[in-house]
């Protein structure tokens, strides 16, 4: 019987896992452009780390955390293991 | 047959060959079953580009019939086919990275931002502008040459004023259907490795021109050899940008 390997994506994944979607949703609903103007990101940045294709500055981070009234640890992980597709980026919601 | 030389009669053959045979494996590829939700050409061949593939694939099976054509028109040249395979080579490429990269379905992943637009409307200005004096390298061989100076000045100024005029106009253009955004952080991460990635590039160009010009090589060859070494260049900066934005930095 033939072994497959794990699919893995051919969009490179990075390896901080976040909950950005979940927290937009649960802070009342807030938009992507709207946390993008609160941490002086643009919109497309954030759609960026929310999909996993870049992972932020520390300043960055800090400010995203800031602007969704959490703890950094609540919105970025760091996966030891190499993100794969079928394994989701984060976003929950 | 048409008073073609032999070895080129046999690699035109086989080039078709090895592009129907590409057809083949293409198709093959795409007509194979896959897991819900995997990436990939699988259940969707020949998908939304059918054209892309189509046309590439003609493009590049046709190249030796042009070249066979231009052959028997000036019993001297082989070389017509370029273009061909050039744009065809490059249509199945992009087929190949649509379907390999597709936006997911529901994705705001296709939502690019002012400045990926940007620079793939300075890619098809470069491509145009650029393109054209390619076009006429071809003259530079073929018919007696001009003298040197004058054409490399002309052309220097001409290509400044074309690529200001098409670059202004397209973003004037951009700026009415977006509202364009101030770079940050990731602009800036995606804009230094671009530039980072065209140094490797043009160093390799400078080589190359260094090695004509010890093959002494004329001085009107090293202009265009020169220019064409930034466009590549610029092009390297502009669609690794592009990519970066697609595909994650």
Redesign the interface.
């Known amino acids: 019987m033939k072994l497959r390997a794990p699919h893995v994506s051919p969009v490179p994944q990075t390896r901080v896992r976040n909950n950005l979607r979940a927290l937009r949703f649960h802070h009342g609903e807030m938009t992507q452009q709207e946390l993008a103007d609160r941490v002086g990101l643009t919109r497309q940045t954030i759609i960026a780390v929310e999909q996993g294709r870049y992972s932020p500055s520390l300043e960055a981070a800090f400010k995203i955390a800031r602007a969704l009234g959490v703890p950094l640890e609540e919105v970025f992980q760091y996966d030891a293991e190499p993100a794969r597709d079928d394994a989701p980026t984060g976003s929950s919601g | 047959m048409f008073d073609l030389p032999r070895p080129a009669l046999a690699g035109g053959l086989l080039w078709i060959l090895a592009c129907l045979t590409g057809f083949v494996l293409i198709a093959r590829k795409g007509s194979r079953p896959r897991?819900p939700g995997?990436?990939g050409y699988p259940d969707q061949f020949p998908g939304r580009y059918p054209g892309l593939l189509l046309v590439g694939i003609g493009n590049l099976a046709l190249a030796p019939v042009v070249s066979a054509v231009q052959y028997i028109a000036t019993q001297h040249q082989l070389f017509g086919a370029g273009a061909w395979v050039l744009s065809g080579g490059l249509l199945v490429i992009a087929y190949h990275l649509l379907l390999?990269?597709r936006p997911s379905a529901g994705?705001?992943?296709s939502?690019?931002?002012f400045r990926?637009k940007s620079a793939v409307l300075q890619m098809v200005a470069i491509l145009v502008v650029y393109g054209f004096y390619a076009v006429r390298l071809w003259d530079f061989w073929s018919g007696p040459q001009a003298p040197v100076t004058v054409t490399a000045i002309g052309a220097l100024i001409a290509i400044t004023i074309w690529m200001i005029l098409i670059g202004i106009a397209s973003h004037i253009a951009l700026v009415l259907y977006m509202r364009p955004?101030?770079?940050?952080?990731?602009?800036r991460l995606i804009d230094l490795r671009g530039s980072r990635n065209a140094y490797f590039v043009l160093a390799t160009g400078v080589w190359c021109v260094l090695i004509l010009a010890i093959a002494h090589v004329p001085h009107g060859a090293l202009f265009y050899a020169i220019m064409g070494a930034f466009a590549v260049a610029e092009l390297a900066r502009l669609g690794s940008q592009v990519l970066y934005?697609r595909?994650?930095?």
């Open positions: 897991a995997a990436p390999t990269f994705s705001s992943r939502a690019s931002g990926e955004e101030m770079p940050d952080e990731r602009d934005y595909l994650g930095t």
